[in-house]
Structure formats: structure tokens, C-alpha cells
């Protein structure tokens, strides 16, 4: 009986690490395409310094804003099963939901051709940033 008892606890033990490790795996890829956007907000960031702004313009609207929608798509098909997934991606999708919040900004800011808006929505993304950081180790850390 015990030996059963120590089976069964085993196989579940397995299932559950192959839950966590596939939601892992899936939240990875969320993560990357998230950086991808990260990367991109700074390259506008950039020609936003070098007084491009409509350049700016076009890389958050065609680059960072549709990939926080891929991402966003990304983590709403994963489904994750396990509690750690769950929880990462609670993480993630918060994550998700400020980027797009900060982008609508920063977009409105750039076509205000209003300096201290664009100075703002700047401003604004720096915690989201470092809340995406943070997420991102702790996915990347795994459970």
C-alpha cells in the first residue's frame, strides 16, 4: 500500500514538474516577444532624442504596439495549468496591460508635438519597464 501511496505521489509529482515546465516554456516565449517591444520603445526613445519624432511615431505604431498584441495573444492561448504558471502569467499579463496603456500615451504624446507630454509618457514607461524586468527573471528563474 505504501509503495502504491509513493507511486501514485510520484506520478503526480512528474505530471505536475511537466505542467510547470510547459507553462515555463510557453511564458518564455511571451517574455521574449515582450523585449522584442522593450527594444523597440527604445529606438523610438532614441529618435525621439535625435528630434525624429514622426519616425518615432511609426516604430511604436508598427513595431512595439503590435507586438504587445502578439504577446498579449501569445499568453491568452497558453492557458497555463500549473499554480506557477498561473501566477507568472498573472505577472505577464499586467505587465501586458501597462505597456499598452504607456504605448496609447506615448503615441498621443507624439502626435501633440507637445514637449513635456512627450517628457511625460518617457517618464511613465520607466516602472513598467522595470516591472517587465523583473518579471522576466522571475519567469526565466523558473519555479
Aim: hydrophobic fraction near 50%; aromatic fraction near 2%; glycine fraction near 4%.
Amino acid at each position: 500500500m505504501k509503495r502504491a501511496l509513493a507511486a501514485a505521489i510520484a506520478v503526480i509529482a512528474l505530471a505536475c514538474d511537466g505542467a510547470t515546465e510547459r507553462d515555463r516554456a510557453t511564458l518564455l516565449r511571451v517574455v521574449a516577444t515582450d523585449q522584442e517591444v522593450s527594444r523597440a520603445l527604445h529606438r523610438a526613445d532614441e529618435l525621439v532624442a535625435k528630434g525624429k519624432v514622426a519616425e518615432a511615431s511609426d516604430v511604436v505604431a508598427k513595431d512595439a504596439r503590435p507586438k504587445v498584441e502578439l504577446a498579449a495573444a501569445e499568453l491568452a492561448a497558453a492557458e497555463p495549468t500549473s499554480s506557477w504558471g498561473k501566477a507568472r502569467a498573472a505577472d505577464v499579463r499586467v505587465v501586458l496591460k501597462a505597456r499598452r496603456e504607456t504605448i496609447d500615451g506615448y503615441v498621443a504624446a507624439l502626435a501633440s508635438d507637445d514637449v513635456q507630454k512627450v517628457i511625460d509618457a518617457l517618464e511613465a514607461q520607466k516602472p513598467v519597464e522595470a516591472r517587465a524586468m523583473a518579471v522576466a527573471a522571475v519567469v526565466r528563474a523558473g519555479p
